[in-house]
């Protein structure tokens, strides 16, 4: 998957976290970016199974719209 690919998923397909990072969709680290998730700074991931978890599509754009401001 390519950044080209991401913007073409619709708002409610899940992504995972090695694609957000290996996109460079997200500038920080995993850690950080569970440490921004606990904080309210980052949308918060859905549990797919006991061993996934990703986050909706949509809800990476509206972080990535506002990521300063963001507070779900």
Do not use: E
């Not at 920080?28 to 797919?48: G, L, M, N």
């Amino acid at each position: 998957m390519n950044q080209y690919d991401f913007h073409q998923l619709p708002d409610d397909a899940l992504i995972r976290l090695y694609s957000l990072l290996a996109l460079g969709l997200v500038p920080f680290s995993a850690s950080t970016v569970w440490r921004k998730v606990k904080q309210h700074q980052f949308p918060r991931p859905i549990k797919v199974s006991a061993q996934i978890t990703a986050w909706r599509v949509g809800d990476i754009r509206c972080w990535l719209a506002n990521p300063s401001g963001y507070g779900g």
